[in-house]
């Protein structure tokens, strides 16, 4: 059975979102009574777009990790840990015995949640379950113990929901895509540790003041203000300070403009071929579950598109180098590298919480990162032992001997269990089903914004 779970998971990393996502879509719309016809559409329309999303964040992750090495060299770090990237943290993560369970494991205790009514979201993102299996690698380093392991995944799966029903509401209104949820743990977890350093923001009447929307900054600038212009001079300015010659800094505008232009136009894509899908499932749950909320859970790239949250990302790759060096007398080793292409998935889902304001959205990722990068130093050992472990070839920097991954070593689920699984397992096991607890009552209680 454990060689099934493996060939299943090695054959849905090999294909990567771009088709797990697409034949999920598919599969899912005609089990929610989509015609065939329009489900294949859907699907394929959806696979078209991540196609085109892929490309254009390819494009940015290319330009953001050039102008980071260079600021990096530049700098002159001496920083001993190095990030080795998503990419390849997805891979030891699904090449885990937790990551050989992680999807079987996850469809079924969200369609149980769901029938429970215990969340609303029915999260068909099921290629980011990664991200819940790297926390059981971490708590296996830990604990030794694959039940714990798998525990922690599992417990891991459930918080995404629970914050993706939490912050439904307010992802909806802002983003004006009607009917989904993000349970997206990166993403997600980020949101909820900058929730309270976004209310304190929001107190100060002068940062709250500074309206630096991109439809505030596109009125006041005219011509300059607009996202492509905006990336254009963004792009510029980071070439220039990166240090690079005069053609390089006007292929990473050109670049950094063209992604500007080109995501939010292939997130339109995705929306429109969701929508069917989504009114698909609102009529399948109000049939045989009246009065009940249904979201369709997605991955937190639908959300690049919008112009804060690439402005906010760009801006974040200098703002992570400094923080880098100006924290090391504070313990921080992290160098970060290949994740600095990652940081639209830091800002999609914090641009909400401050109403889209490009300079606030930038000061709370810095914030975010800043914990995560210490965070990131102390899970190196777990990180290192996967690399050096696993049986999955990597494609990684060489001349380091420690890792780290930014993307998910900074998420406080990860190294919030690292340090619980730390303590008897009785309380860690207690303390993690409080920490449910109140996070169900939470979003019970106090969902983040109203119903669009």
């Known amino acids: ?87 390849a ?84 209104k802002h983003f004006k895509i009607p ?46 203000g607009e996202p492509m212009v905006l990336g254009f001079i963004i792009g510029g300015l980071l070439a220039i300070f990166a240090g690079q010659g005069t053609t390089d800094v006007i292929l990473t505008a050109v670049n950094t ?22 009114e698909a499932a609102q009529k399948f749950m109000s049939k045989r579950f009246a009065g009940r909320k249904f979201y369709i859970g997605m991955d937190s790239a639908i959300l690049a598109g919008n112009p804060t949250v690439i402005a906010a990302g760009l801006l974040l790759v200098p703002v992570e180098i400094l923080l880098a ?27 909400p919480l401050v109403a889209g304001d490009v300079i606030l959205t930038t000061l709370l990722g810095a914030i975010v990162m800043g914990i995560g990068l210490i965070f990131t130093t102390h899970l190196a050992p777990a990180v290192t032992n996967l690399v050096n472990t696993g049986a999955t070839a990597l494609d990684i920097p060489s001349g380091f001997a420690s890792y780290t991954v930014m993307s998910d070593g900074a998420m406080p689920v990860a190294y919030g269990l690292y340090y619980l699984f730390q303590t008897p397992v009785a309380v860690a096991i207690v303390v993690s089903l409080v920490v449910l607890g109140g996070l169900y009552w939470l979003k019970t209680k106090y969902p983040l914004g109203s119903e669009a």
């Open 1 to 87: 059975m454990e060689s099934i779970f493996e060939s299943v998971g090695e054959f849905l990393n090999a294909l990567g979102p771009l088709i797990v996502l697409p034949v999920v879509i598919a599969i899912l719309g005609i089990v929610l009574g989509q015609k065939w016809d329009s489900a294949v559409r859907s699907g394929l329309t959806t696979a078209v777009a991540f196609v085109g999303i892929f490309l254009t964040v390819g494009l940015l992750g290319e330009t953001v990790s050039t102008i980071g090495a260079a600021f990096a060299e530049n700098t002159g770090t001496g920083l001993s840990v190095i990030d080795i990237g998503w990419p």
């Open 89 to 172: 943290a997805s891979a030891l993560a699904f090449g885990t015995p937790v990551g050989n369970l992680i999807i079987p494991l996850g469809i079924a205790l969200n369609l149980i949640l769901l029938l429970l009514g215990l969340t609303h979201t029915l999260d068909i993102d099921i290629w980011n379950f990664w991200h819940m299996a790297f926390v059981g690698a971490l708590v296996n380093y830990v604990t030794g113990s694959f039940a714990l392991a798998l525990y922690a995944a599992a417990f891991s799966l459930v918080v995404a929901l629970f914050l993706a029903d939490w912050s439904a509401p307010l992802i909806q």
């Open 179 to 224: 009917g989904i949820s993000i349970p997206h743990l990166q993403s997600a977890s980020y949101m909820l540790l900058a929730l309270p350093f976004a209310n304190l923001i929001n107190k100060v009447p002068a940062l709250r003041k500074l309206n630096m929307e991109p439809d505030t900054i596109r009125k006041r600038l005219g011509l300059i």
């Open 257 to 278: 403009a063209a992604v500007m232009l080109l995501i939010p136009r292939m997130v339109g894509i995705l929306v429109e071929a969701l929508s069917p899908v989504a």
């Open 325 to 351: 060096l100006a924290l090391a007398p504070l313990g921080n080793q992290t160098l970060p590298f290949i994740d600095l292409a990652d940081g639209v998935f830091v800002a999609a889902m914090l641009a």
